[in-house]
């Protein structure tokens, strides 16, 4: 089969491998939809996860299942299925404790283009197919769906781990398609006031129709300033980070108050140690908490989100800014997630 790789970093291209096969819990799919992330651009260009070599990308995919395993009771050949980015072993004892994207290891739930062939091929492997598959409900556009598989999951997970409660005032860092999602979760979870950090003008303006009050612009001062001056001093109860890089911790614990906490779901890809400023922290006894996490991946999660966009509580076409169409496009696609236009929030590849 042909699929768009990895060929060492700072390398890309498309290479011919073999067929994965399928074992009595999994099933083989075939992309239909299929969405590049920028963690794909991490991975690649900075070597995030370190070297790999020939290992086919991407992560985010609505597909169909081609083969399903002997033991798979409820997904069969033909049925279109929504593909979580994450795709844990649930069986393992870090399911059993509570953390199934840490099976088999921290991050090991990440699979595809990580440990293994990813989504960027004409067929690809799933694991625990009745545990990681969610049907495609009927009638569902294909590209709103395939935010479902990262964007959503990891931008909603921020908002947990910042725990954001009724009347909560919010900062977002990065208003990205992730970030977005965490504006439309913090909203969804009752807060008050959301400020979005961002500058690119169609991700303000859908901030603003996600939910955001105010917008701070990091182009136009220093943010932690500017918080600072629309809370009267105060801070914020809750940060959720989704951009940035290994500095945005420093700025987060500043604009934050005693007692609260923030969640980073942002793919740190370069550095080796965040930045804590010792006195802000209330020289590590100001109850200021962070917690990171990889999203939670997994059927039941899926069809929980997939209601959201049933119902109408969600709408995630907002995100998709480019549509590509035919399997050979994947690498425009993907390039386009690298060079970053100021049009850009997020292509998807229709196949």
């Known amino acids: 089969m042909r699929g768009f790789a990895m060929l060492g970093i700072g390398k890309t291209g498309w290479i011919e491998k073999q067929a994965p096969e399928c074992g009595p819990l999994d099933a083989i799919c075939k992309p239909l939809a299929i969405a590049p992330c920028t963690s794909d651009v991490h991975t690649v260009w900075a070597g995030a996860l370190g070297d790999r070599h020939d290992m086919i990308l991407g992560h985010e995919a609505i597909g169909e299942v081609v083969e399903a395993g002997s033991l798979v009771k409820d997904f069969k050949p033909g049925d279109k299925v929504i593909i979580p980015a994450i795709t844990p072993d649930w069986n393992s004892?870090?399911?059993?404790?509570?953390?199934?994207?840490?099976?088999?290891?921290m991050l090991s739930g990440w699979k595809f283009s990580?440990?293994?062939?990813?989504?960027?091929?004409?067929?690809?492997?799933?694991?625990d197919a009745d545990g990681n598959l969610a049907l495609l409900p009927s009638g569902m556009d294909l590209a709103s769906a395939s935010m479902l598989c990262d964007m959503v999951p990891t931008g909603f997970h921020g908002v947990e781990l910042a725990d954001v409660q009724f009347g909560d005032t919010v900062v977002v860092i990065g208003i990205g398609p992730?970030?977005?999602?965490?504006?439309?979760?913090?909203?969804?979870?009752?807060?008050?006031?959301?400020?979005?950090?961002?500058?690119?003008?169609?991700?303000?303006?859908i901030a603003k129709e996600y939910g955001a009050t105010e917008i701070v612009n990091y182009r136009e001062g220093d943010i932690v300033e500017q918080i600072m001056e629309k809370t009267h001093g105060k801070g914020v109860d809750r940060i959720?980070?989704?951009?940035?890089?290994?500095?945005?911790?420093?700025q987060a614990i500043r604009m934050l108050k005693p007692g609260g906490r923030i969640g980073n779901v942002n793919y740190l890809g370069e550095g080796d140690y965040i930045k804590i400023p010792r006195v802000e922290w209330g020289c590590g006894m100001g109850h200021k908490t962070i917690a990171g996490g990889l999203m939670p991946g997994g059927r039941l999660r899926m069809e929980k989100l997939a209601s959201l966009i049933e119902t109408g509580k969600l709408d995630t076409s907002k995100l998709i800014t480019h549509t590509f169409h035919?399997?050979?496009?994947?690498?425009?696609a993907l390039m386009l997630m690298k060079d970053k236009p100021k049009d850009l929030i997020k292509p998807v590849v229709l196949i």
């Not at 870090?94 to 099976?103: I, P, R, T, V």
């Not at 990580?114 to 694991?127: A, I, P, Q, S």
């Not at 999602?181 to 991700?203: D, E, H, T």
């Not at 035919?326 to 425009?332: A, H, L, R, S």
């Open 114 to 127: 990580n440990f293994k062939d990813g989504v960027f091929g004409e067929l690809f492997h799933v694991n």
């Open 326 to 332: 035919g399997f050979d496009k994947v690498e425009e």
């Open 240 to 250: 959720v980070i989704a951009g940035g890089d290994v500095d945005t911790f420093d």
């Open 178 to 205: 992730v970030g977005l999602m965490a504006v439309a979760g913090a909203a969804l979870r009752g807060a008050s006031r959301i400020y979005a950090v961002g500058s690119r003008p169609n991700c303000i303006q």
């Open 93 to 105: 004892l870090e399911a059993q404790g509570g953390y199934s994207m840490h099976s088999g290891g």
